[in-house]
């Protein structure tokens, strides 16, 4: 092994979970032509459609990259609470050729009757998922964890140096379970909600605590991403990116500890302050190598 | 005018809507404490639920940062193919206490009875979207216009230098209508989507020729950036970021100039490559300037 693959098996071995980005279904060569009208070829991520069932009940059909259907159907269901946490799962299969998953309960979800009688009405789900989500948070009561400064250095830091598909080929989202400074769960998917509902997935049928969680993203933190982090129970959410107004309001009503625009020694946090300990000087913390600086996807 | 305000006003002056940073709705005050442990005070972007309804029938709730909602509803509609060129439209309503907007036809639109159908057995139209759009671009035929690479690198120029809510709040993705080497329509907000939808909205409602136009975007290329492209009728898409491999693919089913990955002096043409003339000498493309370099939102 050279140096650098040295380098990087280590810090994939922390890892439960670590993105694959050899694995040969998730890029596809691409040919193109380049400014000086050069043929170049370019390795690109995959976007597929997946269509997801939740017992007979067709809900919605997902772009993604493809890894880890079940966990994306599974998440999916529970962050939009469509699926309740004492709803019993007796079986998640996904058909490949077909592109669908389809969710199975032992007894009809109270879901699926919802979504019948609303539909007389509104004629699609659309328009309600929202107000569902909202729903399934009243009463949410998120655990009182504490979260060092230091913690997120070091997750950032490894974040930034594990191998991954964003590194590999580029637009594309990440995100990262992580337990103190330790990341254990990397999933990545064009778009950023896919790469949540893929931790919940996990989380769901691994059974695991989540109240020393940590949720790290490359993605901008929406009402969207502040509602499936607080229904996943996990009460710290932390992005390289910027926030919307309404993100960081709902994270406020929440108590959730809310970190941005995180970039070498600097981080804002805008909810959730009582959580934070400040326990490292940021002046000890090393800048941002220009060859490992995260862009994002956009 | 300073010297700075003079040069935004001479390059704001080629837009027919330009963004408009200062608009008090469109922006929040938002406080944190920083890494330092200091308090600050941000300026972030909002995000606002948008319902839209096509007459009676209720679509979808958008999260948008609530300009121009009545070309938000009226684009994506028809970019959804909700929405035909045949259906004439009445009326637009906008209700900024109820954040609902409604989009009127003469008649019922075959939409709306295909839905009603679709909902008896699928229960949700979301699933059905997708089909639909492709189902809109069969027979397509882009136009057979002609693109310089001289007038890609100075759209890239203007844009970079145009005063906007990302460069005054970050956290969002632009989209810009453009005629040769000139910026027309530069619309904005949190989802990429939706800025593109605005910039239909306006095509549709001012009736626009689009065949010699280009439309140039923050936000990476995937299937639907394609899809909503080609469904609008413009011939070339570029962007700074990068690509799916079904977005190349769509593109070049549809015979759509595309153009990825264009920053400073470099892009790559993925499809459509004989549109694109190469008048300018790669060489003589200044340097982007960091200060202006766009990151894009996340």
């Not at 992005?239 to 804002?268: C, H, K, N, P």
């Amino acid at each position: 092994m050279t140096e650098r693959q040295t380098h990087h098996a280590s810090v994939v071995a922390e890892y439960l979970i670590a993105p694959d980005p050899q694995q040969a279904r998730l890029t596809r060569p691409v040919k193109g032509r380049d400014h000086t009208g050069a043929l170049v070829e370019l390795s690109v991520v995959e976007e597929r459609p997946l269509t997801i069932y939740l017992n007979r009940q067709e809900i919605v059909t997902a772009m993604t990259i493809g890894d880890y259907p079940e966990y994306l159907a599974l998440g999916f269901l529970r962050n939009q609470g469509m699926l309740h946490p004492q709803d019993v799962v007796t079986g998640v299969d996904y058909d490949e050729e077909l592109e669908t998953v389809v969710v199975r309960t032992e007894v009809e979800t109270t879901y699926e009757e919802k979504l019948q009688k609303k539909t007389r009405t509104s004629g699609c789900a659309v328009g309600t998922v929202f107000g569902d989500m909202m729903e399934g948070l009243e009463g949410v009561k998120l655990p009182e964890a504490e979260v060092r400064s230091s913690w997120l250095y070091a997750l950032a830091h490894k974040i930034n140096r594990t191998p991954s598909l964003y590194l590999e080929a580029g637009a594309i989202h990440g995100t990262v379970l992580c337990q103190r400074d330790r990341p254990l769960v990397y999933m990545e998917d064009v778009g950023r909600h896919n790469a949540v509902d893929k931790i919940a997935g996990w989380l769901q049928s691994t059974g695991t605590d989540v109240s020393d969680k940590i949720l790290y993203t490359t993605g901008r933190l929406t009402s969207e991403m502040v509602i499936k982090t607080a229904m996943m129970g996990i009460p710290v959410l932390v992005s390289r990116s910027g926030f919307t107004a309404w993100g960081v309001e709902i994270a406020q009503d929440l108590g959730l500890t809310l970190v941005g625009r995180m970039r070498g020694q600097r981080f804002v946090c805008l909810s959730g302050e009582h959580r934070l300990v400040r326990d490292m000087d940021p002046a000890d913390v090393p800048t941002e190598d220009s060859r490992n600086r995260r862009k994002g996807a956009r």
